[in-house]
């Protein structure tokens, strides 16, 4: 029996992303295997949220390279879309259409982008709405929905589409304390599954209950890649223990 490790769902190797003069991301290599969960964290501008845009292809990069299931990642080849529809993308806006219900939002890529039947979307986005815990606002229009309730139909729409890496960007950043842990027990839920995640978030208690790898940017390198528990109870860089001071502290 071969006992060989899975290949990486993702593989970041050299990464380099520039505005202009400006380097966001700087020479970032990242491996991510199949199963795992990668929380992201660091101070504002230190290029987590870019990273995660250039792995759906969002951004174009000016060096290195981003593999996919072993596709490369090209903001403008024509196997970009492809390879998005496998990625599901959470971001701290909710970006809900607001004459579409919950339902509606979630049916609406599969059966409009996929081309499957209605009938069988329904069904399964109905059993999407369970695991969000949001069953009984299927109907509901966005304005009717607190911010964690329109987050969790963002992730229900996510995995409608069946991706194989769900990438999170700050997703309770925008919310009302209140409703931050309803979201983040539905992200626990995923993790649990085994789901493939890339979370970019302040909330180091979910990092270190759930998290494989905490991963510390600053200035567009990364500075520490730990086991959570290990990061937070003693990180190597002083960097890295200044930042988690600060925010512990709060």
Wanted: charged letters at 20%; one cysteine or more.
């Amino acid at each position: 029996m071969s006992t060989d490790p899975a290949p990486p769902v993702l593989k970041i190797a050299g990464l380099v992303k520039r505005y202009g003069p400006h380097i966001v991301i700087d020479g970032v290599d990242l491996d991510v295997v199949p199963g795992q969960v990668v929380v992201i964290v660091g101070p504002s501008g230190t290029g987590k949220s870019t990273l995660l845009r250039c792995v759906n292809g969002l951004e174009d990069i000016q060096g290195g390279s981003i593999l996919f299931e072993e596709q490369p990642v090209l903001s403008r080849s024509r196997t970009i879309h492809a390879i998005r529809r496998r990625i599901g993308m959470i971001f701290q806006s909710f970006n809900l259409y607001p004459h579409l219900s919950a339902l509606e939002n979630v049916m609406l890529a599969p059966v409009k982008v996929l081309g499957e039947p209605a009938k069988e979307v329904e069904e399964r986005a109905r059993g999407l709405f369970r695991k969000v815990r949001l069953e009984h606002r299927a109907h509901a229009f966005p304005s009717q929905l607190s911010g964690g309730e329109q987050q969790r139909v963002a992730i229900a729409r996510a995995l409608a589409m069946n991706p194989h890496l769900l990438m999170f960007d700050e997703p309770t950043s925008a919310l009302d304390p209140e409703t931050v842990g309803d979201v983040l027990t539905v992200m626990e839920d995923l993790a649990t599954e085994g789901r493939t995640m890339l979370v970019v978030t302040h909330e180091i208690g979910f990092a270190r209950h759930v998290g494989h790898r905490m991963i510390f940017m600053d200035g567009g390198k990364i500075v520490e890649d730990r086991p959570p528990a290990d990061m937070i109870t003693d990180p190597q860089n002083a960097r890295t223990k200044q930042f988690l001071g600060s925010i512990l502290q709060h």
